[in-house]
Nanobody, 118 residues
Framework: VQLQASGGGLAQAGGSLTLSCEPSGSLYMYSLMSWYRQAPGKERELVADITTGGDTNYADPVKGRFTISRDIDKNMVYLQMNSLKPEDTAVYYC?????????????WGQGTLVTVSS
């Protein structure tokens, strides 16, 4: 399984960026698609996720500012990031979770760097 993440870059505080993630295979293969981030010196943390049914979940620091979505036809998952803050600076990772009756597998993309300047 491969996950191709893109869209990172430099933004000013208050600005916006949109991250994209394209998984190999259909989105329906994965029970959960997520975005995580890891800031320098910190542990990787969940940012947002979306289930096969379209239910979404957000970490408190990004609620109201970030939106996770998916386009089934394009087989893409997005993270729209608005009102960016310097503390949003991190490497953002796309994650796909595949669940069967016996096991759960987690797949990771290569990460895309988001830098927010004050």
């Amino acid at each position: 399984v491969q996950l191709q993440a893109s869209g990172g870059g430099l933004a000013q505080a208050g600005g916006s960026l949109t991250l994209s993630c394209e998984p190999s295979g259909s989105l329906y293969m994965y029970s959960l698609m997520s975005w995580y981030r890891q800031a320098p010196g910190k542990e990787r943390e969940l940012v947002a996720d979306i289930t096969t049914g379209g239910d979404t979940n957000y970490a408190d620091p990004v609620k109201g500012r970030f939106t996770i979505s998916r386009d089934i036809d394009k087989n893409m998952v997005y993270l729209q990031m608005n009102s960016l803050k310097p503390e949003d600076t991190a490497v953002y990772y796309c994650n796909a979770q595949e669940t069967t009756a016996r096991n759960t597998w987690n797949y990771w993309g290569q990460g895309t760097l988001v830098t927010v300047s004050s």
